[in-house]
């Protein structure tokens, strides 16, 4: 007869790992099956490589930041902001908090957080990587045969931990969802969340690669302002990309689908625009003789003078002594008031987040089981929650893979 196992983990992510380590640390038989070679290849990346893996922000923030976010309200309770990084600092990594209050690893390196994961998961848990779960059938005994690898493991619990689409290449190419349909569960619409914005404007290949801090950007649909941001963006090739510009496809994505939308960069968002007049006819008289474009070197970074100038309609060689108000109006409302047409939104494939999922109102908010399939567990980003940069999506990978772990049952 074959080993049976009290759970079957499916998926070293975050979510996963930190579930196989709850379950191990209770006694609980813990098998950790991992099709990548190794795991938490996602985790090594997030974070630009320096992993943001929480916020400082109350559980009543934490919950308001997320769609369905009251279903995370147990989770977050079980296994906080502070639980985790105290569980961080006690495997030796030490956390420091930045802008944001944003968390990261004070080392700056997401491959820390990742390896004292797996190493805490290797004590508490067997790991085979290397090994995809095609599928999860129960059988009349009430034991789950999780088939992989050319065989079946037999366990009397499973822990759905598969993550998301997007970032196929890590591993997370949606199968939990295939699992999750197969015993009669609700998948909610799959699309990108957190994804990069795709421009159309005749600047972008000159803009390309620029990174701005302390803009304000928003997006608008007509006159109607949708949503707002301030904090940095960069343009890209195909348009642009940063944290403002993620947060904004998260809050707008629907929209983007159905209207024409703008986005506006305001260059000097702490200026009133009583102030950037009065700064603009200091600065034109103080230049005189010289040209325009030398005048707003001391207002924009260098590359984007030419672009400005072209989308203001003033000649590049213009001298600052020529601006007339006409000028300088359109200088200033362009400084508040850059737009670029919105074309669309990159591939779910390059997407921070998935956002649909696994229905939360078919699992239990305190244990994370399934409210169809007992002894059913589902963690991680395969649920239907998603929220803006800020450490907020793996948080909520680690509390609800942590409340999974420590619910399951190994005794039935
Ligand atoms: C580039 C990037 C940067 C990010 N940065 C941040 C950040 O700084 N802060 C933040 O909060 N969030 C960030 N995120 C989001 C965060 O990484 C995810 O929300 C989080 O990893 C989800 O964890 P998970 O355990 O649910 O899933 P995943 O991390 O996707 O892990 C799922 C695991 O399951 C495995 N798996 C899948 N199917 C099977 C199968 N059939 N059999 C066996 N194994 C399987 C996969 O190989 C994978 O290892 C970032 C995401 C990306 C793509």
């Known amino acids: 007869m074959s080993e049976i196992f009290d759970v079957i983990v499916i998926g070293a992510g975050p979510s996963g790992m930190i579930a196989a380590i709850a379950a191990g640390e209770r006694n609980l038989k813990t098998l950790l099956l991992e099709k990548k070679s190794r795991p938490g290849i996602k985790l090594s990346i997030t974070g630009k490589g320096r992993c943001n893996l929480t916020n400082s922000a109350d559980i009543g923030e934490f919950v308001k930041c997320f769609r369905n976010g009251k279903f995370l309200y147990a989770a977050f309770n079980a296994f ?8 961080f600092e006690n ?3 030490q956390c420091k908090l930045e802008r944001g209050g944003r968390y990261f690893p004070e080392s700056g390196k997401a491959s820390d957080i990742a390896a004292a994961l797996a190493k805490r998961a290797k004590i508490f848990s067997k790991i085979i990587t290397g090994t995809q779960v095609k599928s999860v059938s129960k059988r009349k005994d009430g034991l789950f045969e999780v088939f992989a690898g050319g065989g079946s493991f037999v366990s009397k619990n499973v822990i759905a931990a598969c993550g998301g689409l997007s970032y196929p290449s890590t591993g997370s190419t949606g199968d ?18 957190l994804v990069p914005l795709v421009l159309d404007s005749p600047y972008l290949k000159e803009l390309s690669g620029l990174k701005l801090k302390n803009v304000g950007v928003s997006v608008l649909n007509g006159k109607k302002t949708l949503a707002e941001e301030f904090g940095e963006a960069e343009f890209t090739v195909f348009g642009a990309d940063g944290p403002v510009i993620l947060t904004l496809s998260s809050l707008t994505g629907e929209e983007i689908k159905k209207s024409e ?15 950037l007049n009065l700064r603009l006819l200091r600065e034109i008289d103080k230049f005189g003789q010289y040209p325009v474009k030398d005048m707003l070197k001391e207002l924009l970074p260098v590359r984007l003078i030419k672009p400005f100038l072209n989308y203001c309609g003033i000649n590049i060689a213009k001298k600052c002594s020529q601006i007339n108000k006409a000028d300088r109006e359109k200088i200033s409302a362009s400084l508040f008031d850059f737009r670029f047409k919105i074309k669309g939104v990159k591939d779910i494939k390059e997407a921070i987040v998935t956002r649909g999922g696994v229905s939360a109102d078919e699992i239990e908010q305190k244990t994370m089981q399934s409210k169809l399939v007992k002894g ?37």
């Open 80 to 87: 906080s902001n502070e639980d985790l990084i105290s569980f």
């Open 91 to 93: 495997l030796g990594v």
């Open 176 to 193: 939990g969802y295939e699992i999750a349909e197969n015993f009669g569960h609700t998948v909610k619409e799959l699309s990108a969340a």
């Open 261 to 275: 939308l703008f986005l506006s960069v305001n260059f000097k968002p702490a200026l009133s625009p009583e102030q």
């Open 376 to 412: 059913l567990y589902f963690c991680g980003e395969m649920i239907d929650v998603d929220a803006p940069t800020g450490g907020f999506n793996l948080q909520a990978a680690f509390s609800t893979g942590y409340l999974a772990g420590k619910s399951v049952n190994g005794g039935e």
